[in-house]
């Protein structure tokens, strides 16, 4: 999977009705505007009417203002919120089976704790790990566990919500309709 | 109440005020078909379902009421997938019904089964797929909200078969509810109070009024503002009526085959007024090259359309009509304002006057010889001439289509039907019937070319079976003529697969067993009795096959891709003199 850390992106936190068949018009707007999609998750939100898609675009794919307008012409999209990376909490979650034999396994584990991240699984020569946080610090570990032998890797993609304001948000809350 | 889902379905089409649709049943939509027998509403059976959607557009386009077809699931709907998307392009509020399979078979590969929703996302506003009968009225109401607000569009409903058949307590639902949705119609006003002050400075202003005018219904708003600035306009191919031809600041067409005095005043002009109108690239040519002296006002309803081609200086999402109302306003009160001020609302007579000479010396030409061959241009002209200045024309795709924009006089909104962002060949005969049907007391003629009026024809027998008297005018050059002139211009001559024959097939008999009056036309003299004899038919469509010459190029032309600086005349230009 692509690096999410090192790419120009944007991050579009949108609410959607929680109906059948969004999630398709949304990819498809995606694909028909040439817009290129890095990662993204669905989930139910606090509200069960709603869920909430966190997308990451590529930036030189996808100019911000077009995919946001795009956006809210799709009929069951409520609001489209594109939050700055500076000013939002970015999450995202990695399984990664690592081979490990005997002499290996304790630098490994000592990686692990270093990322904090946590065993799930060990077998007689490998061991999985979960390890959570920004995407470039998956990026991080995934690096350094290279060189050990990488089984299998399974990334989530990232999840967002804006900062909680202490001084000014930089948030773009892209208002619901209007320019 | 109770009743079936079919039922529902054609008792929420009578709540929506729905007089005629136009479409051919099947299996999947046989339970919608019964209750229809017994309903106010007209029904139209059509010979194809591409048919159906286009009659939809062409009703919607004349009347400004959304357009109705029905047909069945599978080969139906991809049938019908055409005027989806020419709609879409365009802007047309129309209302597709589609039969699907059973609910439970959905998946399973069963006969006539396809994913209606599926493929028609990205050619609809929306689109439903019915999973319970009890919900219909709502998405029916919901449906015809979507396709006639904001910016209107197609939308489609899928109403598998046991949905249908399966029985609801009937209610009508007294409101909308779209969270998602709510079109901006109102002008922000400090951007409206921007653009008057824009528009106070500019000494070579110009309207660039689209399509949006018409789907607003603007036109009586528009001539207001022009006439209270003083600003010429240009009427785009969606847009040609929308500001009456014979006004002395009308400019008629931009764009590829516009008028070289309409594009030659967008590329020279210090500010545009974009309204309703999109920067579509058949308008501006070479974007980076398209008038780069303008300041821009951008009015347009959907917000994406502002600053996706071009950069606008003051953006107004908003409803045309409310927006230039606003304007006018706000235009006469900062004119009042700035009375004194020497720099504001400056005299236009010198760029009035350049306009005038560029009017003058570079006319739209042609020549009909005595005795010479048929000129396509002279049809037109005589078409207009000898026909009631409210005549709706529908044209197809291709040279005809701009010979019937540039040489029509367009003094009515709503006169011109045609397929502009999706260019669909086929178009004109059946979005006339549907032109037809939505105006009946109105004389409707299509012109149309050889090769188009192949693809749909067939829908003359709906016509006549119906009675609806439309009358077509074929330009009859034997060649997909518009393709013929790019490999003329741009692949040294050499014709590939373009040429079609005159008379194969006969355009006269193969009117007359569809039902219709043919006439053939081969020299000038006989083009005005033809249209007369035309005229004066009115129970049953006529065809004429008017044998024009094949030679014959449309010009003005901006090569795809070039700049509109660089628009070619007709090269016999200087030698026609004045006309
Ligand atoms: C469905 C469809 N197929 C192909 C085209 C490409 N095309 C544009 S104009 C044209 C020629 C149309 O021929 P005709 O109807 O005879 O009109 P003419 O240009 O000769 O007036 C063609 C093939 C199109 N616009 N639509
Ligand atoms: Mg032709």
Redesign the interface.
Known sequence: MAATGDIQHHIYSIT??NKF?VL??VA?LFA?RGFNIVSLAVSPTEDERFSRMTIVVDAASAPL??VT??L???????KVMELHPDDAVERELMLVTVKAEVDTRSQITELASIFEARIEDVGFEAITIQVAGRPDKLDAITDLLTPFGIVELQRTGQIALPKLSRSQQRLRAVK???? | MQLTGAQALIKSLEQEAVEVMFGLPGGAILPVYDPLIDSSIRHILVRHEQGAGHMAEGYAHATGRPGVAMVTSGPAATNIVTPLCDAYMDSIPIVVITGQVPYANIGTDAFQECDTVGITMPVTKHNWLVTDSQDIPRIVREAFHVATTGRPGPVLVDVPKDIANQTMDWYWPDSIDLPGYKPTTKGHSKQIKDAARLMSQSKRPVIYAGGGILKARAAEALKELVELTGFPVVTTLMARGAFPDDHELCLGMPGMHGNYTAVTSMQQADLLIALGSRFDDRVTGKVGAFAPEAKIIHVDIDPAELGKVRRPDVPIVGDCRRVIEELVKAVSSDKAKHEDDEAAWPSLDEWHTRLKEWQRDFPLVYEQTEGGPLKPQFCVDQLRDHTPDDTIVVSGVGQHQMWASQRWKFNHPYTFVNSGGLGTMGFAVPAAIGAKVGCPSRMVWAIDGDGCFQMTAQELVTAASERIPIKVAILNNAYLGMVRQWQELFYEERYSEVYLSPDLPDYVKWAEAMGCEGIRVDHAEEVEPAIEKANAIDDRPVVIDFRTDYREKVYPMVPAGHSNDEIILDPAHDSFGER
């Open positions: 959607v009705e068949g398709s018009r498809g028909r203002e077009q307008k795009q809210h012409k799709l009929i069951p999209v409520i619901t309709r209007g320019a």
